[in-house]
């Protein structure tokens, strides 16, 4: 008899790098569902034929709105449940999405909430928009093995670290299919949007409370969700340049050029810190002693490739100082060298 094949599995035999996959998204809407679910989430027993139709409507017009699932300790099965909706609005600058909360007393009317919101209306069930931290960890199973797998239990490890640390505003979910089970286990950190994956307690730690060695970020961070997926690189680059920090900087991004034939792009992010300004740019290339094939999924029938980037030709722009630095491959990040 053969062995069960597991994508997490192979992944992480070949040491993949996961940078890259933070899915694209304006915006999450989350509604609060009992399990079981079905492997096409929104065909679960559950959820309304209105709700259905919405979700059908929606991903036919081609926004980038993603519907999920979300499920914890303190879901009860009865018609009353949670809907979140995180939104990024569109800004020169932008550090994450803005939350909205409702409460709704019957699981029928819940289609009517998202629907009114997504008109631009103000839905009268929402209730006082408390700051929260919400970590979302794919654990369905049905979709694909490895979010059961490795997905179940680090959630349950996960709901009892953040207990643990005291720390009241982080509330953990179990979520539906949001992409890369191959990195099981996988989350999303909302409102920032940004996805880990290949997680375990002492990176979980250092994610939740910002402390810790950064380096471990190299391991286990996606990318932000709201950066295109190559830029997604680039920013793991500064991550690792200006630590911790850099998750309370606000952000701007652009692919300035494309180069498809060499498969390669030119990409910048500018951020904004308490002195100013500032702009980096670099090549990004496809590296091939990263990129692989695999099979992306537990179910697949046959390998993809994976194609993975590398930094190259990183350069620094104060705008404060009208300045032009250059990253020395000679010396270790942050060191600076004045190329005018």
Known sequence: MMDKFFCADASKCVEEDIIGSGS?????????????????????????????????????????????LINNYRTKCSNQRKVLIYENKEQELFGGYEKHEFNVDSFDKVAGVVKSYLAGEVPGCETEN??????????????????????NPFYAQATALASELELNDVRVWRA????????APTAIDLPDGRYYGNLDRASFQSILTRTGDI???????????????????????????????????????KILDLDTKN????????????DGTYTYRADLVKDETKTVRLKG????????????????????????????FAISPSVSLPKLVETM
């Open 24 to 68: 694209n998204y304006q915006t999450y809407i989350l509604i609060e569902c009992c399990l079981p679910w079905e492997s096409e989430a929104f065909n679960s027993k559950q959820i309304s034929q209105k709700l259905k139709d919405l979700v059908e409507e929606v991903e036919h017009s081609k926004q980038k709105i993603r519907f999920l």
């Open 130 to 151: 408390k700051q929260t931290r919400d970590i979302l960890v794919c654990t369905h199973g049905s979709h694909d093995m490895c979010c059961a797998r490795y997905g």
């Open 176 to 183: 539906s299919h949001f992409g890369g089970h191959r990195f």
């Open 215 to 253: 380096e471990c970020l190299n391991k286990v961070y996606r990318g932000w969700g709201i950066l295109p997926n190559p830029i997604q690189v680039l920013e793991r680059e500064l991550i690792v340049l200006y630590g911790w920090d850099w998750f309370n900087y606000k952000v701007a991004s």
């Open 263 to 274: 498969d390669a792009f030119l990409a910048e992010i500018t951020f904004e810190k308490a």
């Open 297 to 324: 999924s537990c179910g697949a029938k046959q390998e993809s490739e994976f194609v993975k980037y590398s930094v190259k030709n990183l350069h620094f722009y104060s705008k404060k100082e009208e300045l032009k």
